[in-house]
């Protein structure tokens, strides 16, 4: 189980102090009434992961995501994803993450965009899912398994509460063929807070936790291209836009965002998207 010192430097990586009024800034220095933002304006700094609001749509295509059902987003950070998946596919989300600072953000820029009654956010761990067994229809995450070491209970802990024949969805950085991968990275400034595992190990634990295999994709190739340019525009002081994750991570962002296409190009890790039945 990862102990409290965990949390606090996961805490003290992810939640910077005053996040909320930064993003504010940001959206009115971009022209937007923050008022009258949409959920996919939010998108450049809220869909916080490799292939941004793409990625998120295309999974949740593959996952067969439909009006009406209830998802649980683990590690559902400042919410991006939980109100994209509510907005464009008509679903209830729950998000649960240990960075307390996203959840009250993720909260506000819910209340902004009007998705407060769609979509709400928890402070909790992964590790100890706050839900009673079969409450969800569909288990969703997008690069927070990262951060965790105990995968076999993230995965014990989405099959309980899990409906049965209800599905996992990820989208996760694996370890690659090639060790250690370059720090810091958007996940962790160093390897401490840092647990990758190799495809092979991770499909025994999903075998073990009782999911079976519908989908799984090594879209590394797929989204390099993308996050490359992207990566080159946050480490551009000039190309910098004002919407952005630099307003999370702080002036590193450009180095991490480049070290992640080090890691990709030189195997360092690779990029999965999966669906799975739970059985
Ligand atoms: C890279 S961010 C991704 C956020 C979001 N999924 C997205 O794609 O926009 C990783 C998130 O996982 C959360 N996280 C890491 N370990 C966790 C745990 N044990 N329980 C819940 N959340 C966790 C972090 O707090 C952070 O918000």
Redesign the pocket.
């Known amino acids: 189980m ?1 102990d409290q010192s965990f949390e606090f430097s ?2 003290k990586h ?2 910077r102090a005053g996040l909320g009024d930064a993003i504010l800034a940001a959206l009115r220095e971009t022209g937007k009434d923050p008022e009258k933002i949409t959920v996919d304006d939010l998108a450049p700094v ?4 490799i292939g941004g609001l793409g990625a ?1 749509l295309e999974l949740a295509q593959l996952a067969g995501t439909g009006k009406g059902m209830r998802i649980l ?9 939980a109100r994209t998946l509510a907005q464009h596919f008509g679903c209830h989300v729950t998000g ?4 307390e600072e ?1 959840c009250q953000v993720a909260s506000m820029l819910s209340a902004l965009t009007g998705m407060q009654d769609r979509v709400s956010f928890q402070h ?4 100890e899912m706050p839900f009673e067994d079969a409450s969800f229809d569909l288990v969703w ?8 070491e105990d995968k076999a209970t ?1 995965y014990a802990e989405a099959h309980r509460v899990l409906a049965v024949g209800g599905r996992l969805v990820f ?1 996760d950085v694996l370890a690659g063929s090639v060790a250690p991968p370059h720090f810091p990275v ?2 962790a400034r160093e390897a401490g807070l840092s647990y990758l595992q190799p495809p092979d190990a991770v499909h025994d634990l999903l075998a073990k936790a009782g999911f079976r295999e519908m989908i799984w994709r090594d879209v590394t190739a797929q989204y390099l291209g993308e996050y490359r340019k992207l990566a080159a525009k946050t480490a551009d002081p000039g190309g910098q836009a004002p919407l952005g994750i630099h307003l999370i991570l702080g002036p590193d962002a450009g180095v991490m965002r480049n070290n992640v296409v080090r890691n990709l190009e030189e195997q360092r890790i690779v990029l999965v998207q999966c669906v799975l039945k739970r059985t």
Do not use: C, R, V
């Open positions: 990862q996961l805490n992810y939640g809220a869909e916080f992961h998120t987003d683990l590690g559902s950070g400042l919410g991006g994803p649960l993450d240990l960075t996203f909790g761990n992964a590790l995450t997008q690069q927070a398994s990262m951060n965790i993230m989208q958007p996940w």
